[in-house]
């Protein structure tokens, strides 16, 4: 229970990686806050596991892309919880096209929900960690950051600006105690990438050195290292959780 005592707050936790990331953060100790934009019954269902647990949990809803939400958001978690340790910025959209023809909204709808949005969390939750002297941010960037392909132009400008916004997070925030760092999965199985896989698998599966697409657990299990207390010296960094994606 390395995280005894402290509250985690979680975007995106009604499926996929979130929901791993702040079942995970619950297993080591955390009470949990948890966002979700439309998927009441999946968030509700997370809770009910995260309860089972023996943690706290609260359910907050909102959608991230309107920038209105985030300090409400954070305002809420903090009547609820009177704290904020951990921030997880994981709640995130595809925004596929290729960029000839996306429609201009679609453009700015993927950046204010994967870039905007996690910049107006953290912005809201800095004061609270500055005051508490403690806090670890991680933000859920991908892959396709540093490799994108073709058809991932808003997306990898997203995840391009996230990485960047953490190392600027991890200079401005680090003397206070509050660290800050991304993991940046490669092919991970959640309804995101249900499309994905069921079109090309094998011609995917070819580039993951490890011959396997990832569980939303693997990405947890490293959410959680650069969440937790025994993370003190790691700020800034990109942790690549991609099979070996980047290398092939
Ligand atoms: P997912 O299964 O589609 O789940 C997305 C989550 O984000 C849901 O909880 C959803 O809430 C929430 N969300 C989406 N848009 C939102 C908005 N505007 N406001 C508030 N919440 C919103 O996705 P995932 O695969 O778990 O992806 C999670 C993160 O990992 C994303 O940032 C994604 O870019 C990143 N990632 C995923 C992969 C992969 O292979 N899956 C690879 C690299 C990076 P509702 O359920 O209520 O809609």
Do not use: W
């Not at 403690?134 to 950051?145: E, T």
């Not at 925030?173 to 896989?197: F, H, K, Q, W, Y």
């Not at 990405?219 to 003190?232: G, I």
């Amino acid at each position: 229970m390395e995280c005894a005592g402290q509250v985690a707050l979680v975007t995106g936790g009604s499926r996929g990686i979130g929901r791993a990331v702040a079942v995970r953060l619950a297993e080591a100790g955390c009470d949990i806050a948890l966002t979700h934009r439309g998927s009441a019954a999946e968030a509700e269902a997370v809770a009910a596991h995260i309860a089972g647990l023996g943690r706290q949990v609260r359910l907050f809803q909102g959608d991230l892309a309107d920038p209105e939400v985030p300090q409400r958001l954070v305002g809420e978690v903090r009547d609820a919880f009177g704290r904020v340790d951990v921030l997880v910025n994981n709640a995130g959209i595809g925004g596929e096209g290729l960029l000839v023809s996306m429609d201009p909204a679609d453009i700015g709808r993927v950046l204010a929900t994967n870039l905007v949005g996690p910049m107006l969390l953290t912005r809201a939750v800095a004061l609270t960690m500055m005051r508490q002297r403690y806090g670890r941010i991680v933000n859920v960037s991908s892959a396709a950051a540093s490799r994108p392909g073709p058809g991932q132009a808003g997306y990898a400008a997203s995840k391009g600006g996230l990485e960047a916004f953490t190392r600027a997070m991890a200079v401005e925030l680090g003397s206070r105690g509050i660290l800050v760092n991304a993991v940046a999965p490669g092919i991970v199985r959640t309804d995101m990438t249900e499309a994905l896989l069921d079109a090309a698998a094998p011609e995917l599966l070819k580039r993951q050195i490890v011959g396997a697409f990832a569980e939303p657990e693997a990405v947890a299990d490293a959410v959680a290292y650069l969440a937790s207390p025994r993370n003190t010296h790691t700020t800034g960094t990109v942790l690549h959780v991609d099979g070996g994606l980047k290398m092939v």
